[in-house]
């Protein structure tokens, strides 16, 4: 199975959990380009990997971050924060 070939293309933003164990969870997360994964809060700490594209990962205190291919992010818990794809961007979210 390739995690690139999970997300329908019609939708703007797709998450597709693929892993869940005890108290951890993978989910896959697809952006197509000019989208936005929109606000939101995670109320755990969560490590954001991107598979492909490229992103902007800003968060509601003012913090701006790149993802291209490779890079990765730790999001903090009660902070919200949103994606911004520049071009169709896959993740990989993994909650614990």
Known sequence: MNILQLHNNE????A????????TT????????GEQ?????TK????????????VFENETGFSQSLV???FIEIEPMVKHWINALEASHFILVKS
């Open 44 to 55: 755990v700490s969560a490590f954001l990997v991107c598979l492909s594209g490229n992103a």
């Open 37 to 41: 994964l929109k606000e939101h809060i």
């Open 11 to 14: 939708k703007e933003v797709s």
């Open 16 to 23: 597709i959990p693929v892993f869940k164990a005890n108290k």
């Open 69 to 71: 291919t490779g890079d």
């Open 26 to 33: 993978a989910i896959a997360i697809h952006i197509k380009k």
